[in-house]
């Protein structure tokens, strides 16, 4: 009797290994197609971009200040970088600082600072670069010397800067030429599959008139001013269509949104700054709007 329950049992055992997998199988066959092989979903992995440039696209003083990023570099977690990355799905290295000219590039502009161009990959998938206006001293030179020049014109007579300076601004920006066009073939040769995107400067000062004494500057030599940023403008978009990259316009949508505007008008601050930013530099207002630009192009771009 018991080598019998032992045999019975074991019969019992078998059957329902076997019913066990017939379930199993019927209930595999049931819920995927004949030949299915079991998949995971992939996660896709964001692609690279590498911002490079200058206070303008740093954002100095803009708070709060990015985290990590150097000190000396006073860069913004609101800047357009910043701003375009996570709009996009993108994942940002941003190596703009605060100061840097074409040259801080390919050389260390601070011992914590490594040359822009040492965060491009042959991976990279977008670059922005917004250079030039510190070239020469360019912006800084020709802002100090008319303000200085200007300061006493109370009367708001003439163009007392253009008149001492003539072409010098211009004539600097027609040299700079050549180095900015040699950076973005740079970019180029070091992130073949990267797209390109030259970014141009914001309006910066009124379309007409002035506003003495927030700037000291006269109507003349305003306009002055403003005919020297649309040629750096213009040299800009001029390098990137000849060296394959795409020019982003942050200039007009910003025109009446100039130094001397009111505050929350003003996407840049006049010499004395009513919000957080550097003096005539873009506030966060002017970095959300230069984002949008550089968005559109981006999406323009296929990205």
Request: hydrophobic share 45%; glycine share 6%.
């Amino acid at each position: 009797m018991q080598g019998a329950r032992r045999t019975s049992g074991r019969v019992v055992t078998r059957i329902t290994a076997a019913v066990t997998i017939v379930l199993t199988v019927a209930l595999l066959s049931s819920s995927a197609p004949a030949g299915a092989v079991p998949h995971t979903t992939a996660v896709a992995t964001p692609s690279s971009y590498v911002a490079l440039g200058d206070s303008y696209t740093a954002a100095p003083l803009v708070l709060p200040p990015a985290p990590g990023a150097p000190l000396d570099c006073f860069q913004s977690s609101v800047n357009y970088p910043h701003l375009t990355a996570a709009a996009l799905g993108l994942a940002l290295t941003d190596r703009s600082c605060s100061s840097a000219t074409t040259a801080d590039m390919t050389t260390a502009q601070y011992p914590d600072q490594p040359p822009q161009f040492d965060a491009l990959k042959p991976t990279t998938s977008v670059v922005t670069v917004g250079i030039g206006g510190n070239d020469n001293q360019l912006f800084i030179s020709a802002l100090l010397a008319c303000t200085a020049t200007d300061a006493l014109d109370v009367l708001n007579l003439g163009t007392p800067c253009r008149n001492l300076f003539g072409n010098y601004f211009v004539n600097q920006v027609n040299t700079d030429a050549p180095v900015v066009g040699q950076a973005i073939a740079t970019i180029h040769a070091r992130s073949p599959v990267a797209k390109v995107f030259v970014i141009g400067y914001p309006d910066i000062l009124p379309q007409r008139g002035n506003c003495y004494p927030q700037l000291t500057l006269t109507t003349g030599d305003v306009a002055y001013l403003n005919a020297l940023e649309l040629s750096l403008n213009a040299m800009l978009k001029r390098e990137a269509a000849a060296h394959g990259a795409m020019f982003v316009d942050t200039f007009a949508a910003s025109v009446g949104h100039d130094a001397c505007q009111a505050v929350g008008t003003r996407w840049i601050e006049p010499i004395v700054p009513g919000t957080d930013a550097f003096p005539v530099h873009p506030n966060a207002k002017g970095e959300a709007a230069d984002a949008r630009a550089v968005q559109a192009a981006m999406h323009a771009a296929g990205l």
